[in-house]
């Protein structure tokens, strides 16, 4: 369902793009003052036309405009920001949200320098070519240089894995804090955001003096930002902060309600509360003065009239009212996984690489294991040689010899073109399990373009699995500019499965889509592409993907039994 705030970031998109094009001021304003208007409506306007067929009567909302925020309720997108942003780099806006950095100013840089996202503005000012521009000069270039400086400090948040690697062995240090009985961590890192802002710790005991010391003595603390009695905060010395609350047993189920969020999740929370006569805060949920829930989650969401909700659906994305209607969907889970339909045999020593996979496979209980050949561009030098990928069925005989309760596939990775066509010709194609092709260039196609390439590789009669759909690396690149309704609707059409990349800096596909590809009805596979047999433990990332995007066990391919997956794979339905 589409929300309010996607409807205002729309229209602020739309002002953006207007002001850097120079076009009349009034019309710029009139999108600015929709987006505040529609983003502080206090109902979900998506609901009200479905229920309605129309929009309640809002200021400064004329016909044009009301028909604009339909048009983006019903199809997802906006006709005319889609061809406003044609003219446009798709990170040029980025700039405007440098302090300091108007439109006009992203503009010059822009038509002067081909300026056109914040990594091409450092390097200009590292080039010291925004002082020669007219106008600049070098007090404003050393201006701009710390805004730039500053955001990208205060944007840093932490991949999700790398996050838990620091969490884990913390939470097991004032787990081990005599008198501790829970200790967990909440915030996006419970929630399973893909990337953490910092580490909120929560920890139950009489006696919360040990603990704080237990975390301000730790040894990978390189700072202490503050400790008190019942509290503290830290930063480790890979810069990521850590948050501490010790509280009582008794409020447990409140404290964690609330330090997990989302914040927008605990407002709509606290609002239900209030329509309801209660009061909702972090020792419990109170009507008057007594207090009627708060030991665990359960209570609190029982005592609001709501189902328990899983922390990775807590974002305000329509999980409330779900919850009010019943039980939410029952999410994927790892233990749900049979198999993973994308390992990588390392070059050479193949046969050990392969040998240890599988292991780490059977030992997961997994019924089946794809290994990859690559085939495309990442194969390095030369041309793909079908003829040697041909050569690995052979190799993995010896190995499924030795480890038969684990299904070994052959697998071929093919580079999707700039064009769309597959990076081999067709015949090789054949002699595989299955056929995962991905994009490994080109990601900034205008959306047309990016999106017909990957149009037309999902039409290709042998291609099963797009893996990591959108490209993105998380701090370092953005997803790429896709229709992914069409996209989806491509899948479904001609059985294709969507990868949900676990690796680290992907996670992708990301949860939004996921949401978007159940409710087109096409199936996901979680995939660790290991590497090694420790990159399987990534997976459970990924799983928190698809949870956080509504996923059951029946959308996801690789929970199905092997015969299943086969037929799948072979386009019989
Ligand atoms: P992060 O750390 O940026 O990845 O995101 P979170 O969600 O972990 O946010 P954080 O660490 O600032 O706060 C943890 C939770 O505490 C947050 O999800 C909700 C709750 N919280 C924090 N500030 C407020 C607030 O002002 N109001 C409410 N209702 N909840 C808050
Ligand atoms: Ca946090
Ligand atoms: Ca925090």
Redesign the pocket.
Known sequence: MVQNADVASLFDQIADLLEIRGDNPFRVRAYRNAARTVGEWPQNLSEILARTGALPRMPGIGADLDGKIREILTTGHLATLDTLREAFPPHLTDLLEIPGLGPRKVKTFYEELGIHDVAGLSRALRDHRIAALPGFGAKSEERIAKSVASRLAKVR?YRLADAARQALPLLDALRSVRGVRDAVV????R?M?E??????FLVTSEDPGPVVERLVGYGEVDRILASGPTKASVVLRTGLQV?LRVLPQISFGAALV??????P???AL?RLAQEKGLKINEYGVFRGKERIAGSSEESVYRALGLAPIPPELREDRGEIQAAARGPLPELVALSDLRGDLHARAPGTGVINGVAGLARAARDRGFAYLAITGSGGKSSGRGRPDPDRLRAKKKDLDPIQATIPDVALLLALEVEIRADGSLGLPDEALSDFDLVVGAVEDHFDLSREAQTARVLRAIEHPRLNILAHPTGRLLGEREPADLDMLRILRKAREHQVALEIDARPDRLDLPDLYCRMAKDEGVLLAPSAVAQDPEDFDNLAFGVGQARRGWIEKNNVLTTRPLEEVRRFLEKRT
Do not use: E, M, Q
């Open positions: 948040r909440a915030g996006s890192f929630r955001r990337t953490v802002g910092d580490l909120d948050d609330y330090f997990t969020g989302s914040k999740h605990n407002i606290r």
